[in-house]
């Protein structure tokens, strides 16, 4: 692997400076720890996307998180994983040892505004389901276009599908350059306040994704009492616990199903109060401190 600026900075720069200053512990918060250093090494992992879903990644990008991530976690006197699942992951895939690693949780941080709901979302004004996320393979949203197209025929649910994200549309298992169904919206990137505003008016958060490593979408969801469906897959259930609907995220059937069972008025109510409690035992506050004895644990 050629160094670029970047492995620079983090493998000699960032050395160099916790040498200067005396650093007896380094923290990396995302994979890229020095590999050689003084004093103890600590490194966060939020998933290991590059190692499951690698044409998702640009050559550059992928290559350089499958060179230094498994030697950062090896070398590593601790590692921080986001969740059960990518702590799993990491034993099975780099045969990381349970004894070094600690799980802690992200939790919601996208600020709660009262900004009107943008014009692109918004479109005609009937109830949408709303995916968030980029458009690409590990996302599924080619079976949750499948899914939604299937219950608008059905007449089960006439809303629309908006996806907030960004990327080629062939993730959406339509043909190149083919316009987009009626009642399918692709917004694009958002900044937070229309994030926030798209998100607090969707009448379902539909989380199809093949791998993620904890689910912020999950949670920033469930912290506004909108009902959540989500894959049963890797971290998204540990984040949902049981305020959602979850579904078999290969099966397009299932994910409609799931769908209907969360719009349904009185499941949708039920998991609007689980949602916000289940946010709620998701705390940076919480996060920090377990980080903070994770230093303690290195320090004389």
Same mark, same amino acid.
């Given at each position: 692997?050629?160094? =670029?600026?970047?492995?620079?900075?983090?493998? %000699?720069?960032?050395?160099?400076?916790? @040498?200067?200053?005396?650093?007896?512990?380094?923290?990396?918060?995302?994979?890229?720890?020095?590999?050689?250093?003084?004093?103890?090494?600590?490194? *966060?992992?939020?998933?290991?996307?590059?190692?499951?879903?690698?044409?998702?990644?640009?050559?550059? !990008?992928? !290559?350089?998180?499958?060179?230094?991530?498994?030697?950062?976690?090896?070398?590593?006197?601790?590692?921080?994983?986001?969740?059960?699942? *990518?702590?799993?992951? @990491?034993?099975?895939?780099?045969? %990381?040892?349970?004894?070094?690693? /600690?799980?802690?949780?992200?939790?919601?941080?996208?600020?709660?505004?009262?900004?009107?709901?943008?014009?692109?979302?918004?479109?005609? +004004? !009937?109830?949408?389901?709303?995916? %968030?996320?980029?458009?690409?393979?590990?996302?599924?949203?080619?079976?949750?276009?499948?899914?939604?197209?299937?219950? $608008?025929?059905?007449?089960?649910?006439?809303?629309?599908?908006?996806?907030?994200?960004?990327?080629?549309?062939?993730?959406? +298992?339509?043909?190149?350059?083919?316009?987009?169904?009626?009642?399918?919206?692709? !917004?694009?990137?958002?900044?937070?306040?229309? @994030?926030?505003?798209?998100?607090?008016?969707?009448?379902?958060?539909?989380?199809?994704?093949?791998?993620?490593?904890?689910?912020?979408?999950?949670?920033?969801?469930?912290?506004?009492?909108?009902?959540?469906?989500?894959?049963?897959?890797?971290?998204?259930?540990?984040?949902?616990?049981?305020?959602?609907?979850?579904?078999?995220? @290969?099966?397009?059937?299932?994910?409609?199903?799931?769908?209907?069972?969360?719009?349904?008025?009185? /499941?949708?109510?039920?998991?609007?109060?689980? =949602?916000?409690? $289940?946010?709620? *035992?998701?705390?940076?506050?919480?996060?920090?401190?377990? *980080?903070?004895?994770?230093?303690?644990?290195?320090?004389?």
């Amino acid at each position: 692997m050629l160094p =670029g600026p970047q492995v620079l900075a983090e493998q %000699v720069a960032l050395p160099l400076v916790a @040498l200067r200053s005396g650093a007896r512990v380094v923290h990396a918060p995302n994979c890229f720890l020095p590999l050689v250093r003084r004093g103890a090494g600590v490194v *966060t992992v939020h998933d290991l996307a590059f190692e499951a879903f690698p044409d998702d990644f640009s050559r550059r !990008t992928g !290559t350089k998180y499958r060179w230094i991530t498994p030697r950062a976690v090896r070398s590593a006197d601790r590692v921080i994983a986001v969740s059960q699942a *990518t702590a799993d992951d @990491l034993a099975v895939r780099y045969g %990381v040892p349970s004894a070094k690693v /600690r799980v802690i949780p992200n939790a919601p941080s996208l600020p709660f505004g009262d900004a009107p709901l943008p014009a692109v979302a918004a479109g005609d +004004g !009937t109830p949408y389901l709303l995916c %968030v996320g980029d458009l690409r393979a590990k996302k599924n949203l080619a079976r949750v276009v499948a899914a939604w197209s299937a219950l $608008r025929a059905s007449g089960e649910f006439a809303g629309r599908l908006v996806i907030a994200g960004q990327g080629d549309v062939g993730a959406l +298992g339509l043909a190149a350059g083919s316009p987009l169904p009626p009642g399918l919206v692709v !917004t694009g990137y958002l900044d937070d306040a229309s @994030l926030d505003a798209t998100m607090r008016g969707a009448a379902c958060v539909v989380h199809a994704s093949l791998y993620e490593g904890f689910g912020l979408v999950v949670a920033e969801a469930m912290a506004r009492g909108v009902p959540v469906a989500i894959a049963d897959a890797t971290a998204l259930p540990e984040v949902a616990g049981d305020a959602c609907e979850a579904f078999d995220p @290969l099966d397009a059937e299932a994910i409609a199903a799931a769908v209907l069972r969360a719009v349904a008025p009185a /499941r949708s109510a039920e998991l609007a109060v689980l =949602g916000r409690a $289940r946010a709620a *035992t998701f705390s940076w506050d919480a996060s920090a401190a377990a *980080t903070a004895d994770v230093y303690r644990e290195l320090l004389p």
